[in-house]
């Protein structure tokens, strides 16, 4: 039974660590990164597009598959504060992208969280499925108060993708990332766990007859 948490109370190591995570959602499965899903990875980590507002680079498939084993290391740690998980496709079991979050201040219960898709399977909605679930996740089992993202102001789809999950744009930070040969600036954005509740209740309960 997950551990009740109260208004004002810190994580602890029992209520945020979740072995073998795996989130179910109509289309796809939430889970975790293994080695073998570097070939996949590489296909959305080696695109320029994908990448372009990210701060890592155009990633071979041997820093794919590092940044895999990093991953699966963060993971392991007691209490566990990341959850990177692989977007597999129920159909055909194709890995689609990865959906990220990590909790900043266990103290404060905050979390940042982030994705990285396919760019041939943009605009299908499966991004926006995966945060769901993921932000169910943090807000219910892993018991956050908030969780923020942030984006480059020129990434259109990023900020309208987490405006669509009802975060909140709360703060433009200027010439904050020196990435790529140029200064850059972020969007913040935010959700608290009162209004990820109120948004749930609202897109999912059943219209009335």
């Known amino acids: 039974m997950p551990a009740i948490i109260r208004p004002g109370m810190p994580l602890d190591s029992d209520a945020m660590h ?9 289309r796809l499965i939430l889970r975790e990164l293994e080695e073998a ?5 590489y296909a959305w980590e080696s695109d320029p597009e994908v990448v372009r507002y990210q701060s890592n680079d155009i990633s071979s498939i041997d820093d794919t598959l590092g940044y895999i084993r990093r991953v699966r290391l963060d993971s392991a740690m007691r ?20 959906v990220g979050l990590r909790v900043k201040r266990p103290e404060h219960r905050e979390a940042e969280i982030w994705f990285a898709f396919r760019r041939d399977l943009w605009g ?14 943090g807000f219910g ?14 990434n259109a789809r990023s900020a309208r993708l987490m405006e669509k999950l009802g975060m909140q744009r709360e703060g433009h930070l200027r010439q904050n990332w020196w990435l790529k040969g140029e200064w850059c600036d ?3 954005y935010s959700v608290l766990e009162e209004e990820w509740a109120s948004r749930s209740r609202r897109t999912r309960s059943p219209a009335p007859s």
């Not at 899903?37 to 990875?41: C, E, I, L, R």
């Not at 597999?88 to 990865?98: C, F, S």
């Not at 926006?128 to 679930?133: F, R, V």
Request: charged share 30%; hydrophobic share 40%.
């Open 79 to 98: 209490p566990r504060l990341l959850y990177e998980l692989g977007a597999e496709r129920r159909d055909d079991g194709l890995l689609l992208g990865r």
């Open 37 to 41: 899903d570097a070939p996949a990875a």
């Open 186 to 188: 972020s969007w913040i």
């Open 18 to 26: 979740v072995d073998d995570c795996r989130v179910d959602t109509p």
């Open 124 to 137: 299908q909605g499966y991004a926006g499925e995966a945060m769901e679930a993921l932000l169910d996740l």
């Open 141 to 154: 089992r892993l018991g956050l108060h908030r969780a923020f993202g942030d984006c480059d102001p020129r």
